[in-house]
């Protein structure tokens, strides 16, 4: 009698993406940038979901009307490491506003 040994192998898929949400009155271009990796999207009044892969480094996120900046954000405190001594899959999340928040 022969005895088999059958291993299931599960593969869980990770995207190494920088998102970005923006909420915008009008139209524009949104430049996205984190270490090596840069990338300009198109804006539309309204929300728009972007993503770019992931260098290591600090992101800049810069939203344009036409040629002209007009929010540039750089988060506080976070830098983006290939090859952490831990993982734990949290995410980091930051805000940024041309107008006071409440």
Known sequence: MMN???IQKVLVK????????VFAKTSGSLKLQIG???GTFPIQAGVNKVQLPLSPGSPTATLLRGTTPVLIFQPPGFTYTANPTAYNFNFYMAASSLYPMP
């Open 4 to 6: 088999f040994l059958f």
């Open 36 to 38: 090596t990796s840069s």
């Open 14 to 21: 990770t995207d190494d993406y920088l998102w970005a949400i």
